[in-house]
């Protein structure tokens, strides 16, 4: 039971509440099994109420990795609409500017490079960042006025897939973004309309891709309530090791592994960067190694 549950979240559930429905499927296992141990449950990014799609959660010791997909890159498809801006930039927010220009999927194609490649962006007053200890969404609920800096972000690949519409005049397009961590696609859109010399605002967000995890792995929040009734929620976990694909392996022996799980350094294997130390099958530790000293990032009670 340490490994990832990798979940295809539903319209209007939070994150938060993502996790605490994993815990409550967990307890429903415990309790049928008759079992006592309980264990850490994480997310590894946060995923709007108003998006759908893949929220990779963490069970038990792969708790530790959680933080590694906060930095991970991200792909979403969403739905621009066009003519309506709203406070939140989505469809649950209030509308707060309104333009009667279309663009043509022309223009839309042609806009596109403009927001591919290193950008900066102000994120959404309706957001979770901290300014001067609270949190920007409550600030703008309370009608108080809320400057977002500008931030550095890296939109890696931004693709034309769909459009809808009569004519030239596009009602709504539907992009796909390959975007790095702290990407706020409600702001991309945002800008997007701007620059065509429009507004517009969210209406469809569905994350297809977080870090190595894509929506072939993802499983729905019923197949999860019933695998718990079933005893059988530990068949749909993906293993810790998921999480760490791009790292590569470094075989240890057992007296080394012993020793990296009591925090001591290794010394004699010639190795460079970021490894995944294992002993066979098991994983015991991240490991940073520099000439010839292996030290432990994060190690594994496994």
Same mark, same amino acid.
């Given at each position: 039971?340490?490994?990832?549950?990798?979940?295809?979240?539903? *319209?209007?559930?939070?994150?938060?509440?993502?996790?605490?429905?994993?815990?409550?499927?967990?307890?429903? !296992?415990?309790?049928?099994?008759?079992?006592?141990?309980?264990?850490?449950?994480?997310?590894?990014?946060?995923?709007?109420?108003?998006?759908?799609?893949?929220?990779?959660?963490?069970?038990?010791?792969?708790?530790?990795?959680?933080?590694?997909?906060?930095?991970?890159?991200?792909?979403?498809?969403?739905?621009?609409?066009?003519?309506? !801006?709203?406070?939140?930039?989505?469809?649950?927010?209030?509308?707060?500017? *309104?333009?009667?220009?279309?663009?043509?999927?022309? @223009?839309?194609?042609?806009?596109?490079?403009?927001?591919?490649?290193?950008?900066?962006?102000?994120?959404?007053?309706?957001?979770?960042?901290?300014?001067?200890? !609270?949190?920007?969404?409550?600030?703008?609920?309370?009608?108080?006025?809320?400057?977002?800096?500008?931030?550095?972000?890296?939109?890696?690949?931004?693709?034309?897939?769909?459009?809808?519409?009569?004519?030239?005049?596009?009602?709504?397009?539907?992009?796909?973004?390959?975007?790095?961590?702290?990407?706020?696609?409600?702001?991309?859109?945002?800008?997007?309309?701007?620059?065509?010399?429009?507004?517009? *605002?969210?209406?469809?967000?569905?994350?297809?891709?977080?870090?190595?995890?894509?929506?072939?792995?993802?499983?729905?929040? @019923?197949?999860?309530?019933?695998?718990?009734?079933?005893?059988?929620?530990? !068949?749909?976990?993906?293993?810790?090791?998921?999480?760490?694909?791009?790292?590569?392996?470094?075989?240890?022996?057992?007296?080394?592994?012993?020793?990296?799980?009591?925090?001591?350094?290794?010394?004699?294997?010639?190795?460079?960067?970021?490894?995944?130390?294992?002993?066979?099958?098991?994983?015991?530790?991240?490991?940073?190694?520099?000439?010839?000293?292996?030290?432990?990032?994060?190690?594994?009670?496994?």
């Amino acid at each position: 039971m340490h490994g990832w549950i990798i979940l295809d979240k539903p *319209h209007g559930l939070g994150s938060t509440q993502a996790v605490s429905a994993v815990k409550r499927a967990l307890r429903t !296992q415990r309790e049928i099994s008759g079992g006592t141990q309980k264990w850490k449950v994480g997310h590894g990014g946060t995923l709007d109420p108003l998006a759908t799609g893949v929220l990779p959660i963490a069970v038990g010791e792969a708790t530790k990795l959680a933080g590694r997909m906060l930095d991970s890159d991200k792909i979403y498809d969403f739905t621009l609409a066009f003519g309506v !801006q709203t406070d939140t930039l989505d469809l649950e927010g209030k509308p707060v500017a *309104h333009s009667d220009h279309r663009p043509t999927p022309a @223009d839309v194609e042609a806009i596109l490079p403009r927001f591919t490649g290193p950008i900066e962006q102000a994120p959404p007053a309706y957001s979770a960042i901290l300014i001067d200890g !609270q949190r920007a969404y409550d600030l703008a609920r309370k009608g108080e006025a809320v400057e977002m800096k500008m931030r550095a972000v890296t939109i890696h690949a931004l693709d034309f897939v769909g459009q809808d519409g009569t004519g030239d005049a596009l009602a709504s397009v539907t992009l796909a973004a390959h975007v790095s961590k702290g990407t706020y696609i409600r702001s991309l859109a945002r800008d997007i309309a701007l620059a065509l010399g429009t507004v517009g *605002h969210v209406t469809m967000l569905r994350r297809v891709k977080a870090g190595p995890f894509s929506l072939q792995s993802a499983i729905s929040l @019923d197949k999860l309530d019933e695998a718990a009734r079933g005893g059988g929620i530990v !068949q749909l976990m993906l293993p810790l090791t998921a999480g760490l694909d791009d790292i590569p392996a470094l075989p240890v022996t057992p007296d080394e592994a012993l020793a990296l799980r009591q925090g001591k350094a290794l010394v004699g294997k010639p190795h460079t960067g970021l490894l995944l130390a294992m002993e066979g099958e098991t994983p015991v530790a991240l490991v940073q190694a520099s000439g010839p000293d292996i030290r432990v990032v994060r190690g594994f009670n496994l």
